[in-house]
């Protein structure tokens, strides 16, 4: 029964304080807690809404300093993200770590393992991962270097036991953890397994001097720190061994460990999804070159790193005892707080409220039942906290699986009922080896708790990545009595990820790079032809006419011209090199490994310029007709890091615009020597292509003499003579023909004319037994059909195949040895004989020149210049006399100009000679007259 007062409400405190009112009590305490969860659960949106985003710095110099260092990156970030103003609180690591725990940062940037606390005190996510600059080079990564003096002789990291150790301090990761772990993995513990282990703070150059002058036998350092040591003078790399060196094609500087994600950038649980995707776009769109990455001092933001095999090391390693091994109640109530403190505030409430009307009437009574109604709403929620989008697994100590909740089917496609009673060992993937779960285990069972992504297999055979965290949970005595499994399917968020960096990294249209991912590329390529002293090329590739096209018919057909022009494009260089659109019809193709000689490496990036030229230049068929759209391509040439990539693609930018001014449809280079260099060829090659069917070439003959400078023939020299300039060289034009194939159409000319030539002479008594050398370029041999060229070449003519000489150069024959000799022997069947031209200058072994049908050996020129000057010469010279003669091959002697080269060569045994001593090259009618026949 209920007893109201006039005013309707209850009677029996009323009379004592209002406040005392059951409901109004309960009322207040609810309000109260309401309004707190509420609070708190706004915190994130409220400073956001302010129009202020705090982003909070970890300070390792001056707080000053720090804030300074990044002020320019707020900028940019209120550049991208409009509305919003970025503030940059620089804090230690005490004050940083109370701003997470209150909310009053957004974002953090702070080194990866403060990173690992934070993440597992606060739930902070990575957004991305910074890339500073190490020595001018960008790294997204960092390590540890172990070393020692260069005199010690350590190098493996066995060495390290029983060694003084110098470190920077426990807690360092890069000075010290790291190096540790590395050594763990071996075996060896420390400090126990070394002699002496001190720890000398910051500066890192303490533990440098320390192993310099002996104090220590080995240090740890971050990766770095030698190369900015050596760089200030303060060291020279000489003098220090690094042990357990790992490559360079791992890491660009000195490394003795695995490598670990730089800093992380964060986004504290939760501020708004759009402003955290906003941040992280911004992030990973700053450009090196932009005013934030240069106050910065950083190259970039990259998609961040996976951070899970640092936090093994910590957890292995036992650091930050507290922090991070005991999983537990913390977590549960940093995940389920809202839940948590709902039900538990309502469970005290009810309580509270039933213990009061013990005392109290019927009414209370009442009030209780409400507050009992109250506290099953809490289990009930606890009910629905077990059913949250996370997929829960609960098995007992023998992972048999107890219970799971609804999202764990919907993830995974097996109903409770055909979970319970199996092991997770149900939803195994394959894709993790047998040492991953042997990891999983021994982290529970040492550490209590696991983390990490792992592929399982859904019901249905579908493998997916979950984000997967383990607890063990023990019994009052300690022994572990279940695990529970918290996970959630990240199948969607890689997705996303992937997109995220596609959208970042690619040029939507024509899915050619971008941008940002062809500057990555060229700085890489930069580093490599650095490295390697090789050149590279960049090719800057500009439509002419494209707003004809792109106005004329709309710019759905303009982009169908692109999407066009990026396959063209990609098809010539093929898949390996990288070909970007930078924006509207700018293309970038960039050319790496070009050979360490200049001018080899422009004629190659000319001749791909050309090959991008000819198929720019095909029509184009849109709408029912014709068009054409050519370009212009600008080229740079690059070799060391001079310029930086965006000089580099400003360079090869401005050459396209002189290349358009020329007349368009050209190639153009920047630098104006090897555009002079480039142009004469190009003339040169022009006037070559023409000067077969002008009819401008002609043959030399230069006698071969015998002992007693009697003519036994000669060797056929080829000459140019065009219209428009002097005689051409050999030298200069045969390089060019053989570049750009015209030496197969010229070399077969030369074979006809020589043929013709032999039989002229065939037909004289005096001259009948001369040979005829003929020079056959690489190419020309190496073409399919070159020996039935040759058999119709001396059927054609009628010459006698016996007093034909075909002079092959040694390098030509290295190729591809069996298609050689068998080629040889070939052309040996039909009765001419072969001789091996510029010998000395290849690298054939005895062993294979024994196995290739020759007959003569020719001693390049070189060898025959300094004979009787040159120690070595004279020995080189006779070795190769010595060395025909052990294989019954003819010797002859080449450019051999003065009597006493000809005398050496002669007491050494050599028979035949060539050279100017005797006679130069000359028109065929000469050597006629030399014969004494009437031309
Ligand atoms: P090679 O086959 O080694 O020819 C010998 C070169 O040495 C010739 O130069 C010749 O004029 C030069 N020479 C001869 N005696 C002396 C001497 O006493 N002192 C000096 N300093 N030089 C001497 P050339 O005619 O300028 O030819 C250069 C190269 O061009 C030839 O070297 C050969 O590799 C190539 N070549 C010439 N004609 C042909 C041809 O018809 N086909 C092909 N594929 N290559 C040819
Ligand atoms: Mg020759
Ligand atoms: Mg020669």
Known sequence: MQIQRSDGRPLGYGGRSARWRPEGWLRVVLGAILSALLIWSM????AVEAGTVRIGVLAFRSLEQTEARWQETARALEAAVPGQRFQIVAMHNEALDAAVAEGSVDFVLTQPEHYIILRNQHGLTALATLMPLAGGKPVAQFGGVIFSRAQDGLRDLHDVAGKRVAALYPNSLGGFRIQQWELVKAGINLPSDVAHLEFLGQPQDNVVSAVLQGRADVGFVRTGVLEAMAAEGALRLEQIQVINPQSAKVFPQLLSTQLYPEWPFLVRRGVPKELSKAVTLALLNIAPDSPAAYTGQYYGFSPPGDYTPLEAVLLRLRAHPGRLQHFGLADIVDKYALPLVVGLSLLLCAALAGAWLLFQDRRRINAALHGLEQAEAAQRIAAVAFETQEGIVITDASNRILRVNQA????????????????????????HDALFYQHMWSDLQNYGRWQGEIWNRRKNGEIYPEWLTVTAVRDPAGQICHYVAIFTDVTERKAVEAQLEYMTLYDSLTGLANRRLFRDRLQQALYTCTRSRQYGGLLFVDLDDFRYINDTLGHSRGDDVLVEVARRLVEVVGEAATVARLGGDDFTVLAGSLGTDLAEAAARLEQLGEALLQVLGLSYHLAGGEYHCPASIGVTLFMDQRESAEELIKHAELAMYQAKEGGRDGICFYDPGI???????????????????????FLCYQPQVGADGEILGAEALLRWQPESRGLVSPSLFIPVAERTGLILAIGHWVLESACQQLVLWQQQQATRHWTLAVNISARQFHQAGFVEQVREALLRTGADARYLKLELTESQLLLDVEDTIAKMAALRSLGLSLSLDDFGTGYSSLAYLKRLPLGQLKIDQSFVRDIGKSDSDDAIVQAIIGLAGSLSLEVIAEGVETGQQRDLLHQWGCRHFQGFYFHRPMPARHMDSLAGVAG
Request: no cysteine; aromatic share 6%.
């Open 675 to 697: 555009q002079v260099e480039v142009s004469h060829r190009l003339e040169l090659e022009r006037d070559l292509r023409l000067a077969l069917q002008r009819g401008e070439f």
């Open 408 to 431: 764990f089917t919907q993830v995974t496609g097996y109903s409770a009922a055909e979970a319970e009673g199996q092991t997770p060992a149900l939803l195994k993937s394959g894709r």
């Open 43 to 46: 915190g994130a949106a409220l």
